[in-house]
């Protein structure tokens, strides 16, 4: 059985940074390229950054280039999320995804406000 546990989420001021983790269970973790979305009330769920299986090949949405930051631990099955310079516009439940898959994880609550 698939299993996505995410945390790290939480309230934070404009500008400031959180990292977002991910555990991953009941998959050959290092065999997946692994993804981050989030979804804002109102609206659809977005892709945000995927990184590949070996951890070189990364891609973000225009949107959080430059300031997001995705990794992983294959030793640890855990995929990360690191989030600076956060703006009102990053608030969201955010979600990791194992590409191609159609677990989710219940998400973390990413709260950008002063």
């Known amino acids: 059985q698939v299993q996505l546990v995410e945390s790290g989420g939480g309230l934070v001021q404009p500008g400031g940074s959180r990292r977002l983790s991910c555990a991953a269970a009941g998959i050959i973790f290092s065999r997946n390229d692994m993804e981050w979305y989030r979804q804002s009330p109102g609206k659809e769920r977005e892709f945000v950054a995927r990184?590949?299986?070996?951890?070189?090949?990364?891609y973000y949405v225009d949107s959080v280039k430059g300031r997001f930051t995705i990794s992983r631990n294959n030793a640890k099955n855990t995929v990360y999320l690191q989030m600076n310079s956060l703006k009102p516009d990053d608030t969201a439940v955010y979600y990791c995804?194992?590409?191609?898959?159609?677990?989710w994880g219940q998400g973390t609550q990413v709260a950008v406000s002063s």
């Open positions: 990184i590949s299986r070996s951890g070189i090949n990364k």
């Open positions: 995804h194992i590409r191609g898959d159609y677990n």
